[in-house]
């Protein structure tokens, strides 16, 4: 059983802990917030976590073996360095980092100290996303053309100027940080490296600072295309779908919407999904609920206890934030962009 301190108890922080409610691999026993409210001091009790002041606090204790982060982007990199250089592992929320030096500096941290850090790209877990993936690795979509993602949100309509989510430094290009890097995770998952991307991005109906509509178009490594689209003004939509040369295959579902509640959040992302074929009729299937961020806490707790790796590559982790880096130097520039 790994013993993990939550760090940032907004609503996903929250979520993490009730999702590793009962889990015989990871028991959240601690947390450290910004704020302390009444409210998350109740939330505290009933969870049995001790709170802390501060992340410093946080890092001395030393009944943790590890942390989990759901704080701001910016602060992901110097928090994962700091907890490497106590030697707890490290679980961080997405996106990892927003550039490639800064990714590959939280690397090197980790490594040196031989911890295990994981990523929590929960998507990943679903079982639609294991049947898709087989589809694509045993060859029967076919020769694959192209890959395209819908994500969207409405909760940008509701942010306040003063919250965090709300600066444009911390979320570049609208929906990126929040949701569009799932699709750039599974692009890298599914079928490699991303060579160049082109972006547009614009603000259309939110009254904060920050952009609502984002448009992306990625040239992978091996030749085929993608397209991904993100906003965060309308109402909650996922949706991704691979083109092969032997037929389609569409995910649908929907993204985290905050003041849903915490069991849907976690294992209702996936609904229909459909099978094209080239020739003959379409298979439609019902996806099963399962708690994708559970799955991911737990492929981290057996990793941090000397078990199977965590499936997300240290590499793979270095391109998803060089992808990120990309994509938000195309929007700014105004032309497509190689990714480093």
Known sequence: MIRAGIVGLGWWGKTLVEAAQGSSEIQFTAGASRTVSPELQEFAAAQGLRLHGSFEELLKDRKLDAVVLATPHSMHVQQVVAAARRRRHVFCEKPFALTKAEAAKAVKAVEKAGVTLGLG?????????????NRVQNGKLGTILHVEGTMSFPN???LKPS?????????????????GVHFVDAIIDLFGQVEEVHCMSMRRAV???TDDTTSILFRMKNGMSAYLGT??????CFRLQVY????????????HIAGASSEERRTRLFGACTFQPVKGSAETWQAEAFDTSRAALEAFAKAAAGGPAYPITHDEMIHGAAVTEAIVKSAAAGKTKKVA
Do not use: K
């Open 121 to 133: 790209y929960n998507r990943r877990w679903h079982p639609a996303m294991t049947d898709l993936r």
């Open 231 to 236: 906003m965060t003004a309308t109402g909650g």
């Open 163 to 179: 919250q965090w989510r709300a600066n444009p430094e911390e979320t570049p290009c609208g929906g990126l940080t929040p949701m």
């Open 207 to 209: 009254e904060i600072d």
């Open 156 to 158: 940008a309509l509701y």
């Open 244 to 255: 092969g040369s032997e037929g389609w295959v569409r995910l649908d579902g929907v993204t």
